[in-house]
């Protein structure tokens, strides 16, 4: 069974309620396995959905300081190529970006048909840390949940499959994540004590993140929760659930191959018969 736990549009959602320790009942070595089928299968899917350009795929990673977003993209780019695959990662705004719409400079990363986007951070920042800290009035904040649905409806309109994955860990396992960068040399650089100060924070993010994850939810560019104290049980469930929402994709990715291939081989066919 999967352990990403998928949001409805308006459910009820108690972040407390989901245990970050889940593992869907995998050890490690189960879950290493897995992570290499699953990879198998992604590196199959994301060829056809590259070489068919039919569809684009939007993966967005949201969750707290050291919930593993950048070790949960690794794990997909592990089975990606360079050639279909861009990473955009977002960061304090610029003062030109904040001269703009919100959305201004996410929109320009959004896949093209053909090619994957991983969002390490996103838009969706704009109702967390936006929103606990205030950086801008509620009554500005508050109407971005209905611009990130129309957004995102634009992008899924256009042939954009949306995946979201908020990476769930406890208050107790950041504690240790950061007190091992302290540990840590190879881990030295992603010491920040603004950190920290967030943590303070704990239980405003945690309502943020519920408004944010119910409010946007949609069929067609769904949440999910993942259970992140694991890393490998984490990877699994991400794994798992972009090879199962691609799949279904797949006979009609085969079927325009087909169909361009016997394009190019009726052109051929004149081509030598004109010779
Ligand atoms: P990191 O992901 O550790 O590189 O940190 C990036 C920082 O940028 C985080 O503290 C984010 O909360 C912050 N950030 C990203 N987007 C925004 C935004 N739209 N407004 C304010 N801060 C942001
Ligand atoms: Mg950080």
């Known amino acids: 069974m999967s352990n990403a736990i998928r949001i409805s549009q308006n459910q009820k959602l108690s972040l407390k309620s989901i245990d970050p320790e889940a593992s869907g009942g995998l050890n490690k070595e189960d879950a290493k396995e897995r992570i290499q089928e699953l990879g198998n299968e992604l590196e199959e899917l994301q060829e056809l959905l590259s070489v068919s350009g039919m569809n684009g795929l939007l993966i967005v990673f949201q969750g ?30 610029t003062p030109l970006e904040l001269s703009h719409d919100f959305l201004w400079r996410i929109h320009h990363n959004a896949p093209a048909k ?110 999910f929760v993942i259970p992140a104290n694991k890393k490998s049980a984490r990877d699994v469930a991400i794994l798992e659930t972009i090879v199962e929402t691609l799949r279904p994709y797949k006979k009609s990715w085969l079927q325009r191959l087909e169909a361009i291939g016997a394009k190019a081989k009726e052109e051929l066919r004149v081509f030598r018969e004109e010779k």
């Open 64 to 93: 707290r300081d050291t919930a593993g977003k950048e070790g949960a993209i690794k794990s997909v780019l592990n089975f990606s190529s360079v050639r279909t695959c861009n990473v955009a990662a977002f960061k304090v705004p």
């Open 114 to 223: 053909g090619s994957i986007s991983i969002f390490n951070r996103s838009h969706y920042e704009d109702v967390l840390v936006v929103r606990v800290h205030e950086f801008v009035p509620k009554d500005i904040w508050g109407k971005r949940y209905d611009h990130i649905n129309a957004w995102e409806k634009l992008l899924t309109d256009s042939g954009t499959i949306i995946l979201k994955f908020m990476l769930h860990i406890s208050f107790e396992e950041q504690e240790q994540q950061l007190l091992d960068r302290e540990k840590e040399v190879e881990k030295a650089w992603k010491l920040n004590v603004q950190d920290w100060r967030e943590r303070e924070y704990w239980d405003k993010y945690t309502e943020a993140y519920e408004d944010a994850l119910t409010m946007c939810s949609p069929e067609s560019a769904p949440w």
